[in-house]
């Protein structure tokens, strides 16, 4: 049933943003020139995926977990798509594309091997990786891997129709503040 979900809220989420989302990818042009940022993660059963967001951070920046990178890397336009979550908006096609669910665990890079290793004793990659979850409306990042992943367990172990509204909601109410950036 969330798969049909997450089906029919992707496939509306893109429609109805579809000019709101171009209108962000010329501004991104105008911001780094590469508006897209795209990055190899750890999805369902650690099968990797591409998931592709709006750039917030300069071209150069390393490929590591937010929580690692400089805050000096986050350009002024980044900062606005991260304070509101519209850097997430191009997730929604990782979702359609049946390689996230809009709530799930966040996905992990594949040089987080502390995370992977935690995740992996949780249990936690037998479902899609998510644009939100538990994790994100609690501020809890993957700066804490197994404080994370058993957060992971427990939105799994948990998860109704009720939850994944909720958590949806939570979201876009602006609950939890997203990837943290030292």
Not at 35 to 60: A, H, I, S, W
Not at 71 to 96: C, M
Not at 109 to 125: A, G, I, P, S
């Amino acid at each position: 049933m969330i798969r049909l979900l997450d089906i029919f809220f992707s496939l509306i989420g893109l429609i109805i943003t579809l000019p709101f989302l171009i209108a962000l990818y010329f501004v991104g042009l105008f911001d780094t020139g590469s508006p897209l940022f795209k990055q190899e993660r750890v999805g369902r059963n650690k099968k990797p995926f591409t998931l592709v967001k709006f750039r917030t951070m300069k071209v150069d920046t390393a490929s590591v977990a937010s929580h690692l990178a400089s805050a000096s890397s986050i350009t002024p336009f980044g900062g606005f798509l991260r304070r509101t979550k519209l850097d997430e908006l191009p997730q929604l096609w990782n979702v359609l594309k049946g390689e996230m669910s809009l709530v799930g665990p966040r996905p992990g890079l594949f040089n987080q091997h502390e995370l992977t290793q935690q995740r992996d004793k949780y249990n936690v990659f037998a479902v899609r990786p998510g644009i939100t979850g538990l994790a994100q409306v609690n501020d809890v990042d993957m700066s804490t891997p197994l404080k994370l992943a058993k957060l992971d367990k427990k939105m799994i172990d948990s998860l109704t129709i009720k939850i994944y509204f909720k958590l949806i909601l939570m979201t876009v109410a602006g609950k939890g503040s997203g990837d943290r950036v030292k």
